[in-house]
């Protein structure tokens, strides 16, 4: 199991390249970043985690910049985002970022991708909101399409690729793996259909009801066939015991929240951790 870290990159706080810098000198294995593009003032969805939507939402760093900057100061570090609001972005665009972040890093992405909650948000951006949840999926199949084809094409209901020619190719093959977010219901459905994988979150499942899910996941992929499908969880939870329940899951990755703040604040929640997850090294690669 791998140990990564999750955090808001924002304007006021330590930027995310002395960030990675910390987070891959430390021994973590990967640095995941958040997306917003922007948060509308005039604003009906409910934040799902409860209560007021954190000022740090409106300052987000654009991720795969971070972390493309982050990849010129490191080496070895994963770099993952959690998770691309993907109805923000058009499809054949997003396929060139990420490729070309892959290339960079020399294959390190890990894409963590999402529908959104703020539907305002989304349709700022032009996407329906009623029509999220095909839009999620037929922009992701898009991109794999053009990916992994010299001539790629698709034709979905809400999503259309003429005969085209990209490159670069991303350096990791297929592609670097897409881990589909979400907690509803229906995610393990849509991580079998179009993902490679599911990416948990522990502010809304850890404990019993995540190993019920994993398992119905992993029962469900059997059925189909198919190898057990990687599960990473984000934000976990810091504590021996939540790993050793981790390890018992064979979850592939968790990282842990650090919050943002200047670099003594930042280091010290990752000393914390460090001190947290050493027992664990031997047991992760």
């Known amino acids: 199991m ?34 917003h593009s922007h948060v509308p003032v005039d604003r009906i969805s409910e934040y799902p985690s409860g209560g007021e939507l954190p000022e740090d939402f409106y300052r987000f760093f654009d991720p795969l910049e971070s972390l493309a900057a982050v990849a010129a100061v490191t080496s070895r570090i994963r770099l993952g985002t959690s998770t691309l609001v993907i ?9 060139k ?32 909101p009623r029509l999220r949840w095909t839009i999620f999926r037929e922009r992701v199949e898009a991109m794999k399409e053009i990916w992994t084809h010299e001539v790629a094409s698709y034709e979905g209901t809400c999503v259309r690729v003429n005969p085209m020619k990209q490159w670069p190719k991303p350096v990791q093959i ?8 979400g907690s509803g219901p229906t995610t393990a459905q849509r991580v079998l259909r ?27 992929a059997a059925e189909q066939g198919r190898a057990p499908v ?11 015991a939540a790993i050793e329940e981790y390890l018992d899951m064979d979850l592939a990755r968790v990282t842990f929240r650090v919050d943002p703040g200047d670099e003594g604040a930042v280091a010290e929640q ?9 027992p664990y090294r031997s047991e992760s690669s």
């Open 174 to 181: 297929p592609h670097p793996p897409v881990l589909v977010g």
């Open 97 to 128: 970022r990420v490729s070309t972040l892959d290339h960079l890093s020399d294959g390190r992405v890990v894409l963590g991708v999402g529908a959104g909650w703020n539907l305002e948000e989304l349709a700022n951006h032009g996407s329906d």
């Open 2 to 35: 791998h140990f990564g870290v999750t955090t808001f990159p924002t304007d006021r706080a330590l930027s995310p390249i002395r960030l990675g810098s910390l987070v891959e000198s430390m021994g973590f294995e990967s640095l995941f970043l958040p997306e």
């Open 230 to 240: 990687p599960v990473m969880l984000q934000q976990g939870t810091p504590t021996a």
């Open 87 to 95: 109805p923000d972005h058009d499809p054949i665009m997003l396929a």
């Open 194 to 220: 179009f993902g490679d994988g599911w990416m948990a979150s522990g502010r809304h499942l850890d404990g019993p009801e995540l190993k019920a899910r994993i398992d119905q996941l992993q029962s469900m």
């Open 270 to 278: 990752l000393e914390r951790l460090v001190l947290l997850i050493d």
